[in-house]
Structures are given as C-alpha cells and as structure tokens.
C-alpha cells in the first residue's frame, strides 16, 4: 500500500500514537481524519496535522465523538464516507489506561476499559469495515499493547482490554483477508505521549522495577506502524526490544510465568526494603 491520495481514519487522533500517525500520514500524501472527544483538543491536533500535509489540497477533517457508543462510532464514519468515500485506511488508535493493584481498582474502571479499548475498537471497524469490503480493498489497523502479550503486573484492567483487542484482530484478520481487506495488530511498548505522562503517577512500584523506563517516542511508533502497513503486515512490533520480546515469548511458552514469577518476587522484596527503610528513616527523625 502507497498512502498518496488515500483516505485514513483515525481514531484517538488528538494525542499520542493517534496524533503522531495522522501527521504522518498527511506527510505522505494521505487525506486524513480524526476522531476523538475533546473538540480543544482535535482542533489543536487538526493545526498539526494540516502543517504537516505535502501538499494544501489534501483534505484533514477533525470529527468530535466518543467511539465508546455505537451510534456516535457509526455517524463518524458515515460522515468520512459520505464526504470522501469509504476510508482506505483505518487505524483504531483511541484508548485509555489506569494501572493499579487489582484489589484497589473500582469496577468501573473495567469496564470503562472494555469500552474505549475492546467495544470502541469494535464499534468502529463494525462501521467501516462494509464499505471497504464493498470496494475489495483496505487496510484495518488495531492498537493493542506489549500488555496484550504478555500480564503486565498492576495492570490487570488495560491488559484484559488489550487482550480483547489481539483476539479481535485474530478473528478479523481471518475474515477480512478473503474479501480484499488488511489488518494489522499493533504491540507498543511505551510510549512517550501524554497518556503516558498520565499513568505513570499510578503505576506500582513493582511494574516500575521490572520493566523499567524506557520508552520509544510517538513518532517512531507510527513510522514503524505505516511501514508495517505499507507491507501489509499482520504483526506489528516497534523497536528492537519488542520485537525481541514478541520472539521470545513464543519461543518460551508456558515458562515465561514461572520467570515473570521470579521478576515479581524480586521487586517485592525490593519494594518492601525500600519502605522498611524509609519507616526507619521516619522514626529516627
């Protein structure tokens, strides 16, 4: 696939991956949409999105809905059909993330993540998906998460969302494939976006230890996703590190639980020396 003249949707396209994949795209020639809730913030990416376009009349339009409701997700990409024909390109890109220790989480934080991350994902492709069918081309682009292949510790409520999302893109892939259309399923690792930024205050100090901080910037994410379209890609792995991982998990199988195990009980330990510590610092003072 050439993105020259090609029509994208994006959703999510405010911030982050979103954001930094329609620049990209509108870099190479694409007509590109974006969705998201917050009108401040679509009308501010819609301005970087337009200076980043190769040419003035490439059309990039900013759609304000929540793709957690089906009928806001449907009316978005009527709106995109009706004004420019069935989109080429669809990336799924809008997503939320709220670590925590299980025990601590509110349930409705669950299901706010199957909403936006799992249903929202659904509900858009659901919307799009006949008219690229109809045509016998397109390219369908799942977001999922490095916590979609393996359990992340303290991030029990975005991982089963993200899980949901690479079973979906699974099945999808399958169906889509005999009617002319692409999918590819995405695995980030961190990513330098504000969503990012957000989580990072509420992730366990656990998680902190075992992964790390290292993280790839926005801009890589969606250079390496429009690669991995452009060569009708089903797996897309960012940056060395992930894709070394995406090897090794299949390669280890049902041991990978056993190591993660060991990587918990470790930074448990670290973690609470660390407060025993600071407990002691306290009463001497």
């Not at 998990?249 to 407060?275: C, E, F, N």
């Amino acid at each position: 696939m050439t993105f020259q003249d090609k029509v994208a949707l994006i959703t999510g396209g405010s911030s982050g991956i979103g954001l930094a994949t329609a620049k990209a795209l509108a870099g190479r020639g694409a007509h590109v949409w974006i969705v998201a809730r917050d009108q401040d913030r679509l009308s501010a990416a819609l301005a970087q999105v337009k200076a980043a376009r190769s040419s003035s009349s490439q059309r990039c339009e900013a759609l304000s809905a929540d793709i957690s409701d089906a009928d806001q997700a449907a009316v978005a990409v009527a709106q995109v059909v009706e004004s420019a024909g069935a989109p080429d390109l669809l990336i799924n890109s809008a997503g939320i993330v709220y670590p925590g220790y299980f025990q601590t989480l509110n349930p409705k934080i669950f299901r706010q993540h199957i909403e936006i991350n799992y249903l929202g994902t659904v509900y858009v492709t659901q919307a799009a998906a006949p008219g690229m069918t109809a045509r016998g081309s397109g390219h369908i682009v799942n977001i999922a998460s490095a916590a979609a292949l393996l359990g992340v510790y303290g991030y029990t409520a975005y991982c089963g969302s993200k899980y949901a999302v690479r079973g979906f893109s699974d099945v999808l892939r399958a169906e889509m494939n005999p009617l002319g259309v692409g999918v590819s399923v995405v695995f980030p690792p961190d990513t330098d976006t504000p969503q990012y930024a957000g989580e990072m205050p509420l992730r366990p100090q656990e998680t902190k230890l075992i992964f790390g901080n290292s993280v790839l910037s926005a801009d890589a994410v969606a250079a390496t996703i429009l690669q991995g379209v452009a060569r009708r890609r089903y797996i897309i792995t960012p940056g060395i590190e992930m894709t070394l991982l995406y090897r090794l998990l299949g390669a280890l199988g049902p041991l990978q639980y056993p190591i993660m195990d060991r990587l918990v009980a470790g930074a448990r330990r670290k973690t609470g020396a660390a407060a025993a510590a600071q407990k002691k610092k306290g009463n001497l003072l």
